[in-house]
């Protein structure tokens, strides 16, 4: 039991985090968007070998880098292209970004879809994967801060490649992505937050200073910290119970940080001027997805009371022959 | 990170569960557990128990040589007690003997002291209760009113203590007592508790019985030499000691076990495969747990390490209490009749945990250190 990062753990963190605080600005024009995609980050991640961890350390180091990158502003694709495919198909190269899709969303507005080169759909069993050169896509608006967009025409998936078995590994992993990015983006929401009670003053006093205010915030910190072991472990693990549990966690505590934070900001907090919802509207566009909080608390369930529900090892090894 | 345990600290754990196994009656389940850990009964049995403990090398093994002591890694001991914990807590009131009485003893004790009581907590036999909450002074601790004035060679004390645990079996109080007229002229004494002049009341409540004492003191003569420290020095040696004591206790452990027994209860009623509400429901309260596991496995991890002090330890606890609150409101939802004689161990671990928020610190005191310590939020 070790719950320090190791050195070489601390040094990818450290180099992640440099380039991070290169890209920490909003460029002014996109002041009043409500997503921003940093396309020239996105790029750096790949070429600097960021969105390899999972191939090249293993899936802990890449959780970590999702982490570390959903701290950021902007609106990434890590979970994709950096956790699940790489796990998934850990022999083929793939024409990222990747966008992830339950098959019954086909025909909605889908996140980072206009930005990504492929699409991996959960059809339950199995998985479906789309490249998406030659498809039309509709950019979405939305109060999401992620990039979204929908389909001209729904896709046939019948002519699809097809990754038989692999809907229980997709689904694994991007619970442990989706964990992962929300950790990250709460706990720089809770540390944007901090900073703006300590300053922001009512009735002569920092707002920080009220009893209330401190202990919900206490509370949510908790939350994010505990989130941050809950991912860390099920990424090192690989297995789906602790996924569940870790994505099942992080979904239990979204209302409670997404009220606290914004209430925090008073009228701020509903402009997009302030930088709050670049996080907690990341957060939000998380939260329904790889099935959403009933979905993963169902297959804690299903792992620790049904017979038939004892623990699977790491995936990977399961869809390599594919 | 490494989130496996290495094969010692399995075979630890083993040898831990074989003492265990050959040591609780078979019918520990039935007859003790529900009793509660409090009970006159389980004190009792906590000296027989905890004597063949020591005998194994198993009561204190983290202490100091000197002391009686293997000078054993920390995680050992927070095996040894996550292990006791989870089989209803064996060791009593003892726990809290070897987890900091000992030890506060062993820093800021005489050498007299050390040796009849550090020694005697080794032995496993000898049972203590802390007398520090008193009817106006609980979270205000420094507000308490119990006297300790000095008469040549004695102390005399007046005064009461309440919510004192164990008070009604135990051999000795860790009583705290004023001895000036400033808000933090507090000494420490140790009395034993039959000593003329001092009575106990117990009354029932909605904890298991043993927890529930009211300790009366009536001019009652106590050397100077049991007192530990200097007069005043209580502070101190108090906020050292209940770091021993605030560290951990993991709630996680019997909290899964609970939850499992109100899932079996489920199952064979027909009440848990057809309705997912229920089934999401214990899936939201596992998570949880395991939250506050891997919280507790942090605190410990950077003890371990020596890691500069922080207040993940109150938050620990912070995120502990959430995960029990919702078992608690599991249960009664779910398996009420275990509340009504349906089931002895759910319904011990229901009542056990009602005050889960109040015991050692409430959560708000909690909230507030990791809130202005942790966060840096400003105090006013
Ligand atoms: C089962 C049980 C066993 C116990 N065993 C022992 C024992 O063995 N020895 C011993 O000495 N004591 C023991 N205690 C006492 C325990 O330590 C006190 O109950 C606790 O410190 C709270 O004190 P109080 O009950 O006087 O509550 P109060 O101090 O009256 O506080 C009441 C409530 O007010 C709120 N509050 C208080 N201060 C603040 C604040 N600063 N900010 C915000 N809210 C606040 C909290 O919600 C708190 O719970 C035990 C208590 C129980 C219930």
Redesign the interface.
């Known amino acids: ?6 050195e070489e ?1 601390q040094a990818l963190v450290a180099a992640l985090q440099d380039i991070m605080q290169d890209h920490a600005e909003l460029p002014q024009e996109r002041r009043l968007s409500y997503a921003w995609h940093d396309a020239g980050l996105q790029t750096l991640l790949g070429e600097s070998g960021f969105l390899d961890a999972a191939r090249e350390i293993g899936p ?1 180091e890449a959780a970590l880098v999702v982490f570390e990158a959903g701290k950021g502003i902007a609106a990434l694709d890590t979970i994709g292209c950096g956790l699940v495919a790489p796990l998934l198909l850990p022999d083929l190269r793939i024409e990222g970004p990747v966008a992830l899709v339950d098959r019954r969303d086909l025909g909605k507005a889908i996140r980072n879809l206009s930005i990504s080169g492929t699409l991996l759909v959960d059809c339950g069993e199995d998985v479906a994967l789309l490249p998406l050169a030659g498809f039309a896509i509709d950019s979405v608006d939305s109060i999401f801060a992620f990039p979204y967009g929908r389909f001209a025409e729904r896709p046939d998936l019948s002519s699809a490649r097809r990754l038989p078995g692999a809907g229980a590994a997709m689904r694994q992993w991007w619970r442990v992505g989706i964990a992962a990015e929300m950790a990250g983006a709460a706990d720089a929401a809770i540390a944007f937050t ?1 900073d703006y ?2 300053q922001r003053h009512v009735f002569g ?2 707002v ?2 009220f ?1 209330s ?3 919900r ?3 949510r ?3 994010a ?3 941050y ?2 991912t ?2 099920a990424a ?2 690989g297995a789906e119970s602790d996924a ?3 994505a ?2 992080a979904q ?1 505590g979204i209302q409670s940080l997404m009220f606290d934070l914004h209430q925090f900001h008073g009228g701020m907090g509903v402009t997009i001027e302030h930088l709050l919802h670049f996080w907690t509207y990341r957060i939000r566009a998380l939260q329904a997805e790889a099935g959403g ?2 979905a ?7 792992r ?2 049904t017979e038939a529900g004892s623990e699977v090892d790491a995936v990977p090894a399961r869809v390599a022959g594919l | ?6 094969p010692e ?1 399995r075979r630890y754990r083993d040898r831990v569960r074989v003492a265990l196994d050959e040591l609780l009656p078979d019918d520990w389940d039935e007859a003790y557990v529900p009793e509660s850990y409090a009970s006159d009964r389980q004190v009792e049995f906590s000296r027989h128990f905890c004597a063949a403990l020591a005998e194994r090398g198993l009561l204190v093994p983290h202490w100091p040589k000197d002391f009686g002591g293997n000078e054993s890694a920390d ?1 050992d001991h927070f095996i040894l007690g996550e292990e006791m914990k989870g089989a209803g807590e064996p060791r009593g009131p003892q726990y809290m003997n070897v987890n900091w009485i000992g030890p506060t003893l062993m820093r800021y004790g005489t050498a007299e002291q050390q040796k009849q009581h550090v020694n005697g907590i080794a032995s496993g036999k000898v049972i203590w209760c802390q007398g520090f909450s008193e009817p106006n002074a609980g979270t205000d601790l420094a507000a308490l009113r119990t006297r300790a004035e000095l008469e040549g060679d004695h102390y005399v004390v007046n005064g009461s203590k309440i919510w004192t645990s164990y008070a009604r079996t135990a051999d000795w109080c860790f009583l705290l007592a004023r001895t000036g007229t400033a808000r933090k002229d507090v000494s420490i004494f140790l009395i034993p508790m039959d000593t003329p002049g001092i009575s106990v009341t117990s009354f029932p409540g909605l904890i298991k019985p043993g927890h529930l004492n009211e300790v009366f003191f009536t001019d009652v003569r106590v050397p100077v030499a049991n007192r530990v420290g200097a007069e005043g020095q209580a502070w101190e040696i108090v906020t050292h000691a209940l770091a021993y004591e605030r560290v951990g206790v993991p709630r996680y452990h019997t909290g899964l076990d609970a939850l ?1 027994l109100a ?1 079996s209860q489920l ?1 064979r009623e027909g009440r ?1 495969d057809d309705d ?1 509400i229920v ?6 309260i ?3 747990f ?3 596991r ?2 507790t ?2 605190v ?2 950077q003890r371990v ?1 020596q890691m500069p002090p922080s207040t ?1 330890a109150n ?1 620990s606890r ?2 502990a209490l ?1 995960a029990v609150s919702d078992l608690m409101n599991f249960i009664a939802e779910h398996v009420p009749d275990c509340l009504a004689g349906g089931d002895v161990l759910l319904e011990d671990y229901y009542r056990i945990n009602v005050p889960a928020g109040i015991t050692g610190g409430t959560n ?1 005191i909690q ?2 250190l ?3 310590r ?7």
């Open positions: 039991m070790d719950l320090q990062l190791t753990q802990l901090i009670v300590k006093r920092p920080g200073s009893q205010v401190q202990h915030l206490v509370q910190h908790g939350w910290k505990s989130l072991y809950l860390m472990k090192w693990s569940a549990i870790a099942c966690f239990t909080l009933s993963s608390a169902l297959a804690i369930a299903e620790r009371w | 990170m490494e989130f496996a345990w290495s600290q995680w499992d899932v199952r848990w997912p089934r999401a429901a214990a899936g939201r596992v998570a949880k395991e939250a506050a891997l919280m496995y942090l410990v991890d390490k993940d938050l912070v995120v959430d708000e909230l507030d990791v809130a202005q942790g966060l840096g939020l400003p105090r006013v």
